[in-house]
């Protein structure tokens, strides 16, 4: 392995940054990760990872780790109308890989990945709030408190407002979609397998079990001209979702009336960065190309670029042509995504008198050709970058072999 000794930087304990820490330190390197964070904890939120980013999971052994925290599969996406009749029905079964089609808890997935960051023998250092990349021949990291750190390599997944992003790249502002969306979790008591999709005139919402039926996940979207804050942290009064949620059918009624506590963001647009890399320096995930909710891929286009990036370091012993290779590789699939999750909000909005038309053509496609429905996904879903790879399986044969 051409990673044995290399000294890492990874800016950022979130799923982009431990994913990154836990293949390079398999890989040989000397990974330090640096988090501005008291702890490394997220708050109570789902997220859906899709057989795309199940695989890089398998591929550094920790797919049956976060199946163990009751993390349930989905086995169908049901749309339903504004009245909670069901539209159509997309079974997940048809995938190349039907059981890695996970509904997750956040929180559970940043522990799991922590626990394999500092597993594989990655450090984890908190309360380190990064002021500023500075990329060169030994890129260094400059700490808020004045502190300097320097590796070979610097790899900034610190997200949407990344110090590296903004040095590598001069970012216009972002576009207010003219969505808000409000997060919540309920207690839930029934075990399901179904991620449930509600459309309504300017609004849907979108629910799924977590954490073996125990904890239901909602985000639920509205349509709307004013801008919030573009922040996971902005607390909202439940009534406001209710209220606006009101018109639609007893089902979403029981969901948002269970909610006691909810988060609510205003959805901004964000063109993907001209460049991701400098010299010996790189951008992970949402520094790179932040997306809208709207196809669930956060999670798992930053698992796919972990995996990338981690094995042309590996493979290619030039590294600033391994460096240009991963933007190269990883610019145009991840575009496809983005641009897909943007397109796909105004489906679910529909109003009369197009929305009942155009439901009655998926429910007519549903009975008549299911495949279809979910052949759309297959470039997506049934991608797999590790191509069938297992980094554990070969870290443990070079520790065995001496090399």
């Known amino acids: ?189 029934e075990a399901a397998d179904a991620v449930e999709v509600f459309m309504g005139p300017g609004r849907h919402l979108v629910t799924y079990p977590l954490r073996g039926g125990r904890m239901r996940n909602i985000v639920a979207v509205e349509e709307r001209r004013d801008w919030v804050p573009e922040s996971w942290s902005h607390c909202d009064d439940p009534d406001n979702l209710r209220a606006a949620f009101a018109a639609m059918g007893p089902r979403v009624q029981a969901l948002t009336g269970a909610v006691t506590q909810v988060n609510l963001w205003g959805l901004f647009r964000h063109p993907v960065a001209a460049r991701w890399t400098g010299e010996n320096v790189a951008l992970v995930g949402d520094a790179a190309h932040p997306t809208l909710p709207f196809l669930g891929q956060g999670a798992n286009m930053a698992l796919e670029d972990a995996w990338v990036l981690a094995r042309l370091l590996d493979d290619m012993p030039d590294r600033a042509q391994a460096l240009r290779r991963y933007q190269d590789t990883r610019r145009p699939r991840v575009t496809r995504a983005i641009n897909a999750a943007s397109g796909n909000a105004w489906k679910y909005h529909l109003k009369t008198p197009v929305a009942p038309l155009a439901h009655l053509g998926l429910s007519v496609l549903g009975r008549t050709a299911p495949r279809l429905l979910t052949g759309g996904f297959r470039w997506l879903y049934d991608h797999d970058v590790t191509g069938g790879a297992s980094l554990v399986a070969q870290a443990s044969s070079s520790t065995q072999t001496g090399t």
Do not use: K
Request: charged share 20%; with cysteine; glycine share 8%.
């Open 1 to 189: 392995m051409t990673l044995r000794s290399l000294s890492v930087l990874v800016v950022g304990a979130g799923i982009a940054g431990l994913a990154l820490a836990r293949m390079l330190a398999l890989r040989g390197a000397d990974v330090t990760v640096l988090e501005q964070a008291p702890a490394i904890t997220e708050v109570g939120a789902g997220l859906q990872i899709s057989p795309n980013g199940t695989a890089v999971l398998r591929a550094i052994g920790l797919d049956n780790a976060l199946r163990r925290t009751g993390t349930p599969v989905a086995r169908r996406v049901i749309l339903r109308d504004a009245r909670d009749r069901a539209v159509t029905s997309l079974d997940l079964s048809d995938l190349d890989r039907p059981d890695d089609y996970l509904l997750v808890h956040r929180a559970d997935l940043i522990d799991v990945l922590a626990e394999g960051a500092r597993a594989a023998g990655a450090q984890l250092r908190l309360l380190h709030q990064v002021s500023e990349v500075r990329a060169g021949p030994r890129p260094r990291v400059i700490s808020a408190q004045g502190a300097c750190h320097a590796a070979e390599l610097v790899i900034a997944a610190d997200g949407l407002h990344s110090r590296l992003g903004a040095a590598l790249n001069v970012r216009g502002a972002p576009r207010f979609t003219g969505h808000v969306a409000w997060r919540a979790t309920i207690p839930e008591t």
